[in-house]
C-alpha cells in the first residue's frame, strides 16, 4: 500500500513539474502571448493611476500603442501582477516572466490535479493513474499551461468545471446540485471574461445535464446563470474600461469581431472536419486513446455511461464550434482533459480484462499500454525541444540585454538606457518588455527614463517595435538606436552598422547521411548565440560518433543583432 501511495504521489508531482520543466525549457513568448505577458509587465512596473489616468495609460502602457486586433481582458494580467508582486521583489525582477508564468501554469496544474482528484473518487483509483499518465504524456496542454494566452486563463475555470461536474457517489443530492451549480459559474466567468467560445461549451454542458440528472432543470439553473453573468459583467466591464479608457466589455467586442463580422477568417481558414481529424488527435499525442481506449470504452456497457457524460458535451461543443471557419487547437483545450479521461476509463477497463484473461495476455496488454504512453512522453519531449527552438526574438533580446550589462558594469556607470528597434519576427518571436530591463527597472522610451523600483545598478533597452513601412524606410529613423534586431539586415538603412550576433531558428528537420549538409554560411567574424549553439554542439558530438550522420533539427539564421559603431566603439548613455 505504501507503494501505491508512493506512485499516487509520484503521478499527481509529474503535471506540475512537467509544466514547469516546459517553462524552463521554453521561457519566451509568442506574439499570441503578446498582450497579455505586456500588460502583467505594465502593472506591475507602472501601476494602476488614479489621477491623470488616461495621460499615465496612454504614456506608460504598451497597449495604447499595439491594440491589437480587438482589445483583450485585463482580468489576467491584475490576477498575475497581483499575486506575482510579493515573489518578484524576493527574487528580483530579472525573473518576473517566469514567476507570473510559473503562476499561470501551477494554476492550470492545479486544476488538472482536481479533475485528477474527483476522477478517482468516481471512477477509483487504478482509472485516476490511467488518467494522470495519459495527461502527463500530452504535449500541447502542458507546454501551454504557462503561456498567457487568453484560453489558458479560462482552462483553469473550465477544467475546474469539468471536475466539479464528475459524479460523487457518496454526496447527497443537494451538495451533487451546488457543485453543478458552481461548474455552470465558472463556465460562465470563463465565457464572460475570457474567451466567449466557451460559451458553447457553457450550453452544450447545461444542454447534457437536463438529460442525465432528472433532477436538473432551468428553474435550478437558470436564476444562478444569471447571478454569474452579472458578477462576471462586475468584474470584466469596469477594470477593462478602466485601462482601456473607454466603456467596454471585451469579449462581446471579440465576439462581435471574429464570429458575427467574420473577420477571425483573415487568419485562415480550416474545413469543418479539421478539429475532429487533426486537432484532436495531435493534442491527445497517442494514437490508441481514440484508435483504442475511447472506442473501446464506449461499448462496454458498465463505462458507458461514464463515457458519454465526458465526452458528449465536449463533442458536441467542437462540432457546433466547428462551423466557425477560422480554427486553432488551442480554441479547444478545454475538452482534452474530459476527452482524456474517457481514454483512462478504456484503458483500465482494458488493463482490467487482460488480467482475467491470463498472465502472458496481461503482461502483453500492459506493455502495449504503458509502451504507448512512453513513446508518446518521447514525442512530446522532442515536440518540447524543437519548440523552444522558435524564440529567436526572445534570444536575441536576452543576448543584448546580457551584452549591454557586462559593458555598463565594466564602465563607471551605474546605469544605462539603451535605445533599441525590434522588427516584426523578433517581436513575434520572444521579445517582451521584460526582456528590457535588470535590477528592476523599466523605461519610458519616449522620455527616454528609468522608473527605478530598487536602487542599484540597473540597464534599460528602451524598445521601439515600428511597423509602419514609410517610417523605416528613412535613414533619420535608424539614427535613433544603438541596437537593432532585424531579421532582414538591408532593410536597416546606414552603413554604420555592425553585426554582432546572429541567433539562429528551427528552419526542419536535417538528415545527413554522408556527413555532407547543406549549411547556411556566415561571415566568420559573426558569432552564433543562443540555441543554436547548443545545437551545433550536440550535432557535433553525433556526428563524430555516427560517422557524419545527423538526423536532427536545421538550424538557420533568424535574427540578427546589430550595433551602431560610433567612433569605433558604441556610446554608453548614463542616467
Known sequence: MKLLSVLDLGLSLLIPTLILLHLFVAPYTKVEESFNIQATHDILVYGTPLQNAYHRLSQNYDHFTFPGAVPRTFVGPVVLAGLGQP???LIGFDHAQTIVRGMLGLANAAALLLFARNFRRAYGRPAARWYLLLQASQFHVIFYASRTLPNMFAFSLTTTAAAL????????????????????SLLVMAGVIFR????LLLFTTIFHLLFVVPSTSLERIVPHFIVAVIVSLIMTVPLDSYFWQKPLWPELWGFYFNAVQGNSSEWGTSPWWYYFVSAIPRLLVNPLTWGLMIPVAWKQPAVRPAV????????LFVAIYSLQPHKEARFIFYVVPSLTGAAALGADWIARRSIKAGKTAAVLTWGVLLGSIAVSFVASTGMLVISSLNYPGGEALAYLRDTVQAEVAASSSSSA??????????????????GTATGYASAVPSKGKIVRKNPGSSVVLALDKSENESVLAQEEFWKRFDYVLAEDTTKVKGDDWETVGVVKGYGGIEVSMNGHAQEDKLPEDVPVVGQGVSVERWKNRVKAITGGKWVGPRMV???YVLRRVKDGKRAVVDN
Do not use: W, Y
Request: with cysteine; proline share 12%; hydrophobic share 45%.
Open 87 to 89: 515573489m518578484v521583489n
Open 165 to 184: 461536474l464528475l459524479p460523487n457517489p457518496q454526496a447527497p443530492p443537494e451538495l451533487i446540485h451546488r457543485r453543478h451549480r458552481s461548474a455552470i
Open 196 to 199: 466567449s467560445e466557451v460559451a
Open 308 to 315: 458519454k457524460r465526458l465526452l458528449v458535451p465536449s463533442l
Open 417 to 434: 538606457v539603451v535605445p533599441v528597434h525590434a522588427d516584426v519576427l523578433s517581436c513575434m518571436t520572444g521579445v517582451t518588455l521584460f
Open 557 to 559: 539564421p533568424r535574427i
